[in-house]
């Protein structure tokens, strides 16, 4: 319980980084976006084409008039039904005007949301070719890959494209550590080190210090984890917060 205080002190500042990826300037209508919903596909063929992603290679635009699918995953019907009539309004949006990015990441999220994967997925990588420098398309399908097409190599290049673009968003840091310490195994140092990357990119980023203290701790290595969490709490008392260095140092105390 202490635990989850503790994270959830320091990460309360991240929540603000949900309005990122409904991009920067803000919603033009609720998403009543409810994630829990979502049910995975299970995996798929790796298709690694950044070429494409990028705007090297043209993509054809979606088509605007692609069937809602059925309700295979069970969403509840009212929150169905409001997700489908945002995507109506987005479609609408979109029919006045194509070049609109924002627009364009707020279909994919509906798609997603009513289980078109697929659609979700073709939607993003449009978006891409129309602002490849604009990061929001690359994370949301990085997400996708990660959380519910289970297609974690494909996850690793659209989280580390998104990285590149903007290398202060320390909430893809932590979504990219997760994959690799608990979904995509491979390499037994990745985990540690996205978070030593993201930490060299944003030495302010109290939130990452923490974690890779604990993942030190929880993976046996008892003199890193110290060592991270005296550079933690030494960084909450130069935030002035005191009660978050105060948990850390019960928390040191019990690494054996």
Avoid: C
Avoid at 9 to 27: K, T, V
Avoid at 69 to 89: F, G, H, M, Q
Avoid at 161 to 181: F, Q, S
């Amino acid at each position: 319980m202490k635990k989850q205080t503790t994270i959830g002190i320091i990460a309360a500042a991240a929540i603000l980084i949900i309005g990122l990826y409904f991009y920067r300037s803000g919603p033009s209508q609720n998403p009543n976006i409810n994630e829990n919903q979502i049910t995975p596909i299970g995996s798929e063929t790796v298709n690694i084409d950044l070429a494409s992603s990028t705007g090297t290679k043209t993509r054809a635009k979606p088509s605007l008039e692609r069937a809602i699918p059925e309700n295979t995953i069970n969403l509840d019907v009212a929150y169905r039904e409001r997700i489908i009539s945002d995507l109506n309004k987005t479609v609408v949006a979109l029919k006045k005007d194509e070049s609109s990015y924002q627009d364009w990441i707020y279909l994919g999220l509906y798609r997603k949301i009513l289980g078109d994967y697929e659609g979700a997925k073709g939607v993003w990588n449009y978006a891409i070719q129309l602002s490849p420098s604009e990061e929001v398309a690359y994370i949301n399908l990085a997400n996708l890959y990660d959380l519910s097409l289970k297609n974690y190599a494909q996850a690793e290049i659209y989280y580390k494209k998104g990285l590149e673009i903007n290398p202060k968003n320390t909430e893809t840091y932590r979504n990219l550590h997760e994959m690799y310490r608990y979904r995509y195994t491979q390499d037994t140092n990745a985990a540690a080190d996205t978070l030593k990357s993201g930490i060299a990119k944003n030495p302010e980023a109290l939130d990452l210090y923490v974690m890779l203290a604990r993942f030190y701790a929880e993976t046996g290595r008892a003199s890193e984890a110290r060592a991270e969490y005296d550079l933690a709490i030494a960084l909450a008392n130069k935030q002035d917060s005191t009660s978050v260095a105060a948990e850390l140092e019960k928390e040191k105390a019990t690494i054996k």
